[in-house]
């Protein structure tokens, strides 16, 4: 077999640039609401699809468009994204405006870039998520752009590419994105995040987080016609620069490149924009020759339908790696009654929020689809709910057979109790009785003994460990839940 070497002849150049870089996060459902007064109180706006204010308050000078956001999602999807107020059931958005400049600098390169403004978005099941969008400024070519956010949804920098990364912003330096999102641009939430000893992922409450790497939305106008395959497949993958600030290219072959590309490129709408989905990057590119009113109009749903599209299959996503991971967690003999609430779940998932078509528009349709599938979406519902099926049959069975060894105890004293009419009494005891008189019974007297004595503590103990259980589930549900 034939291979051909990838070679970059020359740098693409680029107008404009905008990314979106979603942050997930765990949150503890019990204190929702007192998150969301937290977030109104700290300057956050809870999001309105029918405030025409907030339509242009969020984006830049890009206007966002409730009229394309309602006609594209179905109306039972609409509901769940766009809730009313702050106590429905559904996605709550909190977004504040920012508009500040801030730089980036790694190694010898410096990148200037602008953050627009922050949404927290608290989803069903104490998913939450961090989305920022940020222009970049005075950027001018394609690797630049591509190296800025390669190393910006990197977290927590650990390879020598990513060392030496710091960010200035509010006159203030951080080496590390984490700490700059979680510390500066948004502390409002850490109270209120999952922390949980037994969890050592990221951030004490996201074990399954992929990379610790924030999944990344951008929309690129080019100042060329045409972009080589070796250029889409590095705008797929947000290579940027070596160490020595040379443009990289993740891969050694074009044939690699393109049966790659195959399933991850949309050309709906080529020569004038092409969208390249992968599992944690979504770029639009938009080429030159192509009108203003376009443009516009790529702008509006590289922000507003893009952005709820990829808000919405993110979540299946982690919902299902998180209920997966907390059966994963359950010590099986101990935990039962979380199988039974993870069932519970599970349901409630696939009934309110996990739907086949979200989208009225072909277009959309199209891009959920992509996005099912690179997240292997279908694949994950589909082995959570087997396994918690199969836990669920098993625990039942073990407490079948617990309820026959309980049943044949019990048995076995309405045997003997019946054997002697019912009349387990000994003289002895209808008046001051002494102990020291057992040891003069006879076997008789002693099968009375037991049999009383027996079913007495039998009853006791079947009552406070029916109160205990009783009580154990409701608090290790509330609690964990």
């Avoid at 978005?121 to 752009?145: H, M, Q, W, Y």
């Avoid at 790529?298 to 979540?315: E, N």
Wanted: proline share 2%; hydrophobic share 40%.
């Amino acid at each position: 077999m034939h291979f051909t070497t990838p070679v970059l002849e020359e740098e693409t150049k680029i107008k404009n640039a905008w990314m979106t870089a979603m942050l997930p996060f765990s949150f503890m459902t019990k204190k929702e609401i007192a998150l969301s007064e937290e977030l109104l109180s700290n300057g956050y706006s809870f999001f309105n699809l029918n405030d025409k204010k907030q339509q242009s308050e969020f984006y830049g000078d890009i206007e966002l468009s409730s009229i394309a956001l309602k006609q594209n999602f179905l109306s039972y999807i609409e509901r769940r994204l766009f809730p009313k107020n702050i106590r429905d059931d559904g996605f709550q958005r909190f977004s504040k405006e920012i508009s500040k400049t801030g730089s980036l600098q790694i190694h010898d390169r410096h990148y200037l870039f602008t953050i627009l403004s922050i949404d927290i978005t608290l989803c069903p099941f104490g998913i939450g998520f961090v989305s920022i969008r940020v222009k970049l400024e005075d950027v001018n070519l394609f690797s630049d752009a591509l190296d800025f956010m390669h190393h910006f949804r990197i977290l927590e920098p650990k390879t020598n590419n990513q060392l030496g990364m710091e960010v200035q912003y509010d006159g203030e330096p951080f080496t590390c994105i984490h700490d700059f999102i979680m510390k500066h641009l948004c502390p409002e939430i850490q109270k209120y995040t999952v922390h949980d000893d037994r969890r050592d992922g990221y951030f004490g409450s996201l074990p399954y987080f992929e990379d610790e790497r924030m999944l990344v939305t951008n929309y690129i106008e080019l100042d060329e016609d045409h972009l080589p395959i070796e250029q889409l497949y590095r705008a797929s993958q947000l290579d940027g620069y070596t160490e020595e600030s040379v443009p990289f290219i993740s891969a050694a072959n074009t044939e690699h490149m393109e049966e790659y590309l195959k399933t991850r490129v949309n050309t709906r709408y080529m020569p004038k924009l092409c969208d390249i989905t992968t599992e944690h990057v979504q770029t639009t590119i938009v080429y030159r020759d192509t009108t203003e009113a376009f443009r516009e109009k790529a702008r509006v749903r590289f922000m507003g339908v893009h952005y709820y599209t990829i808000l919405l299959h993110y979540f299946y996503k982690l919902t299902l790696l998180e209920l997966s991971f907390r059966y994963c967690e359950l010590a099986w003999k101990k935990d039962e009654i979380y199988v039974e609430k993870l069932m519970q779940l599970i349901t409630m998932f696939s009934s309110k929020y996990y739907f086949q078509e979200v989208s009225s528009r072909s277009s959309s349709r199209e891009m959920s689809k992509r996005l099912r599938e690179i997240f292997k979406i279908d694949e994950l519902f589909s082995e959570v709910s087997k396994t918690l099926d199969a836990l669920y049959v098993n625990q039942q069975k073990a407490a079948d057979k617990r309820q026959n060894y309980l049943l044949f105890v019990l048995t076995m004293f309405t045997v003997v109790s019946g054997i002697y009419g019912m009349n387990l009494i000994i003289e002895e005891w209808d008046g001051n009785y002494k102990w020291s008189e057992i040891f003069h019974y006879n076997i008789y007297e002693w099968i009375c003994l037991i049999t009383a004595v027996g079913g007495i503590l039998m009853t006791f103990f079947l009552l406070v460990s029916t109160f205990y259980n009783y009580i154990r589930k409701r608090l290790q549900f509330w609690l964990k839940y």
